[in-house]
């Protein structure tokens, strides 16, 4: 906190110092970005960005990209500090990688570009600001966030980040859905459990809860769908159609080979 302070007195006192401080807030799908600009001897400038329908990185991104726009049109600033509460945004602006928010890390760029071409002096600086260092000037730009209220009352449109990710958790509701009704998923589908006992609920978020342990192995996950919905040719499943034929486990310790005795109890299989 001690260096926000630093910077800020250093900018107040030099004309070419532009100090942008920014917070981003979501409400009812509404995200609302907004800035104080802090110039030497002149008012603090407030802006307010609004997106409709986006994730809150493509929010923040879309409001420094805003408020980058507007502190390079200042005359005579050849230094901008952008304190934020959300560096993990700014740093998509220098990734190489392919990423969602690329449109607005180019239109970004772009900006730097005209900005450093002008002068080579001329230089930007991003500074953390996490909201629980409750700094003075961070803290008096979130509250202007979250106070402000937003009535849509316009055409808008959800991108593509959103779009996606609302039919996606609209897939997510119906498959628990489906699977509440005893007759859907049948007695003899493996519950999986979390390390608190809890069953574990369907996601898409890092390859989901299991499917990620898979490492790309079709013949794992192969065998694993089979365990899960009990369709294994094991001995309780040979049972079901060679009633004649022998279903016994071959560790020699059990009656039926099943799938419980197979994950938690043979010994053919406990080390692995």
């Given at each position: 906190?001690?260096?926000?302070?630093?910077?800020?007195?250093?900018?107040?006192?030099?004309?070419?110092?532009?100090?942008?401080?920014?917070?981003?807030?979501?409400?009812?799908?509404?995200?609302?970005?907004?800035?104080?600009?802090?110039?030497?001897?002149?008012?603090?400038?407030?802006?307010?960005?609004?997106?409709?329908?986006?994730?809150?990185?493509?929010?923040?991104?879309?409001a420094i990209w805003c408020n980058i726009n507007q502190a390079v049109s200042i005359t005579n600033v050849n230094h901008i500090?952008?304190?934020?509460?959300?560096?993990?945004?700014?740093?998509?602006?220098?990734?190489?990688l392919s990423h969602p928010y690329q449109i607005h890390s180019a239109a970004i760029l772009s900006e730097l570009k005209k900005f450093?071409?002008?002068?080579?002096?001329?230089?930007?600086?991003?500074?953390?600001?996490?909201?629980?260092?409750?700094?003075p000037l961070h803290m008096s730009v979130e509250e202007d966030s979250k106070s402000f209220e937003s009535i849509l009352s316009f055409f808008y449109k959800s991108s593509w980040n959103y779009y996606g990710k609302r039919e996606s958790d609209l897939a997510i509701l119906q498959c628990r859905i489906y699977f509440q009704v005893a007759n859907s998923k049948k007695k003899s589908f493996l519950d999986l459990l979390d390390d608190n006992h809890n069953p574990i609920e369907p996601s898409n978020v890092k390859g989901s809860p299991w499917l990620q342990y898979f490492s790309m192995l079709n013949l794992l996950c192969a065998k694993a769908t089979r365990a899960i919905i009990n369709n294994a040719l094991i001995g309780k499943y040979r049972?079901?159609?060679?009633?004649?034929?022998?279903?016994?486990?071959?560790?020699s310790m059990?009656?039926?080979?099943?799938?419980?005795?197979?994950?938690?109890?043979?010994?053919?299989?406990?080390?692995?």
């Open positions: 906190m001690e260096e926000l302070d630093n910077i800020t007195l250093r900018a107040l006192s030099n004309t070419s110092f532009a100090i942008v401080i920014s917070d981003t807030s979501i409400k009812n799908h509404v995200a609302t970005s907004i800035s104080h600009i802090h110039l030497h001897n002149r008012p603090v400038t407030k802006t307010i960005h609004r997106m409709v329908n986006v994730f809150t990185t493509e929010a923040e991104l879309f500090v952008i304190i934020t509460d959300s560096l993990h945004a700014a740093k998509r602006i220098f990734n190489s450093f071409s002008r002068n080579t002096k001329n230089c930007i600086e991003f500074w953390d600001c996490p909201s629980k260092q409750k700094w049972l079901r159609f060679f009633p004649r034929k022998d279903f016994s486990c071959l560790c059990y009656p039926i080979e099943t799938r419980r005795h197979i994950l938690y109890e043979c010994s053919r299989f406990n080390k692995y």
